[in-house]
């Protein structure tokens, strides 16, 4: 018998079928029922191993997080809370689990933090398991996105020499110290010219290469890993994440905000169409917890109608500003609840973002024209001399999801802003080139990845959706 996935096998209408299935166990009650799940979904198959068809030395094998084959006839189920049920024929253990030793005793529901510490054995509980489903969609919505608009997927380097984002926040990749390492005279390795000839370390984001794909092929995307050494430990840093970066030529900033805006609810709403049964448990999830909650700080909003409102509603635009007249004339600054200070300049902290979207707008609030000197030496310089054609996107609950704008197209322009800067033109000719050679008005953003899925799955701490996260205390596998 071919093995069928237990997803595809609920959609059947149970009529006697002989089928093989494999799977985990999730629970085993009175010696003859077993839930068996395969990962495809979080609803396990009610597997009845009927009294006497099967010896005690095998039902003792058929344990918690023990793997089996079963095959047997599917039928309409007598009990409650499935439609069907497989009445077993022939049961296979292949592989035992001691239950004494088994890390994850699923009778209470284990915490978050507690399954941090099993990462290796997380993805087989219901959160996980809907977590890194919406996290697959998510991705695959992406890729049909781009595609669909005719943009170019361009793989863009991990080992690089530049700093894209010239704020220093780099790995240093090195040689170990082989025979051909570049040495300095009293012997010690040369990291100035350790690889390549030069310094490198892990992109901290794939755009500058980007801008080399969108000035020839017109639109691309990459969608890879990133690095940032910030030694930040938030429930929304990771010092590696993935991010998604398109780069549009012949396009401005509005432009920039509509495609942003437009691919934000596109993949919203395919996760929602796609992964409704698994959107569904997380949002039940996400009530339970809050339960414990006083009633004022439980959200507003479920999470499926949080997703419906994000992608049926216009996001909210203002300038940099507008935020912070918002911010100076809000009951938070006149009583005094912010912890840092607010006035035209600062780089906006992330108890300002959230008030602006939480509690100010209550709905996703695109930020623009931010001042020059909080932002990368890229973006381009607006006429008053003081703001750039920067865009950031806000979300509820998890602040800055986006970080975008229009590219200084400007030779002349980009170069003293670089010297300003103290960017390195030389090391970045290759860059520069784009605009000495057929420069046109050009844009593009980036969202990270892992605070989209927060925001679809409705996860608190970054860590919990990223399979294998890498913050400044973890990286044990
Ligand atoms: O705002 P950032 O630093 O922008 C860039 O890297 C630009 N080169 C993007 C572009 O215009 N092509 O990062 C973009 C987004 C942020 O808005 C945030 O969502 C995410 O990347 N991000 C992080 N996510 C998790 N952990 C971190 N340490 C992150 N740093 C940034
Ligand atoms: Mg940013």
Redesign the pocket.
Known sequence: NKRVKIKELLTWTPEGQQVTVMGWVRTFRNNQFVALNDGSTNTNLQVVLPLNSFDDALLRRVTTSASLKVTGTLVPSQGKGQQQELQATELEILGDSDAEKYPLQLKNRPSLEFLREKAHLRFRTNTFGSVFRVRHALAFAIHKFFHERGFLYLHTPVITASD??G?GEMFRVTTLPFDGAPRNEDGSINFKEDFFGRATNLT????LE?ELGATAFGEIYTFGP?F?A?N?NTT????E?W?I???MAFCDLEDNMNLAEDFIKYIIGFALENNREDIEFLDSRLKEEEKSLPADKRSEMGLIEKLDFVVNNKFERITYTEAIEILLQSPAYKKKKFQYEVKWGIDMQSEHERYLVEKHFKKPVIVTNYPKDIK?FYMRLNDDGKTVDAM??LAPGIG??????QREERLDKLESRMAEMHIPTEELWWYLDTRRFGTVPHA?????????VQFVTGMGN?RDVIAFPRTPKSAEF
């Open positions: 894209a984002e704020a901290v984001s794939g755009q980007g990133t940032r910030e930040s929304r840093h990771l010092a994440f991010m970066e398109p780069e990368a950031d996107i800055e999801i986006v970080g975008g704008s593009g953003f980036g969202l990270g990845f892992e605070r989209m970054i």
